[in-house]
């Protein structure tokens, strides 16, 4: 008779195709082979090495669920099981990777004209190029609709846009090659994106500092993005969409990878945690594992990680049948990011003092899922999202 999986409680793999499978298992090897090895380190240092997002490039896990320019064109669901499996590792490996593919490349792809298309795609797809995306700003996190920055046409320059204003707590500016910003029109007032070229602009025109000594997702680099009447051309704005459709649109696939990823975080902590009751021993010679109390702690998180991972695949489904909407995404992004944070933290529960040495990795894993539940969206955010979608009423102003 069929037995439980303790690491797949409700056969989540039977739901998948060969290739989703093919492409899940290589994720995994690359993530446990080559990544968890260098990210203590990485994360003691505060440091991300380029090098990564060039192997991601060659094993074609970079803007999978693309089609052309190099990508793999796999499913919705395939992209989210890469970012489980980099995730699985430490969410800011994930998130150096969920902006390069679903912020940038997937906002290109989406909205860029074919020469930025068959400009940007390929090197970035190869990891030869790194993106970032500038929508938050220092004054306007959760309403970016309010932001200040803006693109005024070139008063001598035809043909080119003067960007100013500053962006903050962006996900690889300080390294990125090209910055996909988010500014308002002066002419229009409507938000318009911009690729910004790092080798192009003038000295003095943009600035990237990186914002050191966090207290999470250490392993990716965050930094802002300052434009001083930086010229940028007209070519490079992407022709047709406006309005905050534009940045929204690339968040629904970074967040939906986002809802997948995490859920890599609290499997691997839930491993470790089991591992560690497992070997433990406390009163009379018995393993943690043995209490009830311990249990039900393993029980609370295997169950969460399982109904997460079952959602997520239905939505990316329903995605690629073009059958999801935005508050689909909300409630797996919002759900499955506030339960890996809550599991994790009781799971850390289990390693008594040792939790406190980084040896363990369940402190990082628990410091990384704050910022996946502020991200993309506060969960809070994501409830007025879908409270809105329930009553018809909007409660954010
Ligand atoms: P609202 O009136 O709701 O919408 C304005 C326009 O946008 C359209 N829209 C969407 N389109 C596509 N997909 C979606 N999910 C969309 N959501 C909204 C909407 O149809 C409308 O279009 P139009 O044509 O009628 O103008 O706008 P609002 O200003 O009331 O928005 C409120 C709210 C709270 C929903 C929104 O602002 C929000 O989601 N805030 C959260 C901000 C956020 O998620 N920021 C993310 C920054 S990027 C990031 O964090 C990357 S971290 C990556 C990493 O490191 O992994
Ligand atoms: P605020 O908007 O000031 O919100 C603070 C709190 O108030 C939240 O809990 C929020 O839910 C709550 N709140 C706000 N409005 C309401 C309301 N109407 N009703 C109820 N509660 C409300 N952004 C990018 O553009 N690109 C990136 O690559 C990127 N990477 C990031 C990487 C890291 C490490 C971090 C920490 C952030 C990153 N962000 C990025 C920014 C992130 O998207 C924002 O931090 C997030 O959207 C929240 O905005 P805020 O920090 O300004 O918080």
Request: glycine share 10%; aromatic share 6%; proline share 5%.
């Amino acid at each position: 008779g069929p037995t439980f999986d303790w690491e797949d409680p409700l056969v989540s793999k039977s739901l998948l195709t060969e290739e989703e499978l093919a492409i899940s298992e290589t994720a995994e090897r690359y993530c446990q082979e080559r990544l968890l090895p260098r990210v203590l380190q990485a994360y003691r240092d505060e440091n991300y090495d380029r090098a990564i997002l060039s192997e991601m490039g060659e094993l074609g896990l970079l803007g999978a669920n693309l089609e052309g320019y190099g990508c793999a064109g796999a499913s919705t669901v395939a992209a989210g099981l890469i970012t489980r499996a980099v995730e699985r590792v430490d969410s800011g490996y994930r998130s150096g990777m969920s902006v390069q593919s679903s912020l940038v490349m997937g906002g290109i792809h989406q909205f860029g004209t074919t020469e930025q298309k068959e400009k940007f795609l390929e090197p970035m797809a190869r990891g030869q190029l790194l993106g970032a995306f500038g929508l938050t700003e220092p004054n306007h996190g959760s309403d970016p609709g309010s932001m200040e920055t803006t693109a005024r046409p070139h008063p001598t320059k035809s043909g080119y846009y003067l960007l100013s204003g500053a962006k903050t707590w962006i996900t690889n500016s300080p390294i990125a090659d090209v910055l996909m910003v988010w500014a308002k029109l002066a002419e229009t007032g409507k938000i318009r994106g911009f690729l910004v070229e790092r080798s192009a602009c003038p000295p003095g025109t943009l600035e990237t500092p990186a914002i050191k000594n966090k207290s999470a997702l250490r392993a990716s680099i965050t930094g802002m993005i300052q434009l001083d009447d930086c010229p940028v051309p007209a070519a490079n704005m992407f022709p047709d969409v406006e309005g905050l459709r534009g940045p929204f649109s690339c968040l629904n696939s970074a967040r939906y990878g986002i809802a997948l990823g995490v859920m890599g975080a609290l499997e691997d902590s839930i491993a470790r945690a089991r591992t560690y009751a497992l070997e433990r021993r406390q009163f009379k010679n018995n393993p943690l594992a043995k209490y009830q109390l311990v249990q039900k702690k393993l029980a609370d998180a295997a169950t969460d990680a399982a109904y997460g991972t079952l959602a997520a695949i239905q939505v990316g489904r329903l995605k690629d049948e073009g059958k999801a909407t935005p508050e689909m995404i909300s409630m797996i992004k919002r759900q499955n990011c506030d339960r890996a944070l809550h599991n994790t933290r009781v799971l850390q529960e289990i390693f008594g003092g040792n939790a406190a040495s980084d040896e363990y990795h369940i402190g990082r894993h628990v410091a990384n899922l704050f910022v996946t539940q502020t991200y993309e969206g506060q969960s809070d955010i994501h409830s007025l999202i879908l409270g809105r979608a329930i009553t018809g009423v909007q409660a954010f102003a």
